[in-house]
């Protein structure tokens, strides 16, 4: 069983920054991806961004590019979510996923972690 720990999220004003982190508790890993989530309230879980291990290859939805940058640890199995330029509507519960053979199923998830930008 992978558990995925997330850390770095809570109240900023709008403009400002935070810097998300994951990681997955899985000894071995290859060929896989971890990305960030979120839900805000009565919304659907959205996707926010996502980095594939072997090449380093990113992907980000529309709505953070530029102003979101996900990153990984060379080493062990962590990424980052460094946000920038908040927005109230960025508002929501942000969740940590792996997806073990990069096939964007995103096999397991974290417990979530809130982050709250005040306009």
């Known amino acids: 069983q992978v558990q995925l720990v997330e850390s770095g999220g809570g109240l900023v004003q709008a403009g400002g920054s935070l810097r998300l982190s994951c990681t997955a508790s899985?000894?071995?890993?290859?060929?896989?991806?971890l990305g960030w989530f979120r839900q805000a309230p009565g919304k659907e879980r959205q996707f926010v961004a996502a980095?594939?291990?072997?090449?380093?290859?990113?992907f980000y939805a529309d709505s953070v590019k530029g102003r979101f940058t996900i990153s990984r640890d060379s080493v062990k199995p962590t990424v980052y979510l460094q946000m920038s330029s908040l927005l109230p509507e960025d508002t929501a519960v942000y969740y940590c996923a792996l997806d073990l053979v990069a096939d964007a199923v995103w096999d397991y998830w974290g417990q979530g972690t809130q982050v709250t930008v005040s306009s």
């Open positions: 899985a000894r071995t890993l290859s060929n896989y991806a």
């Open positions: 980095i594939t291990w072997n090449f380093g290859n990113t």
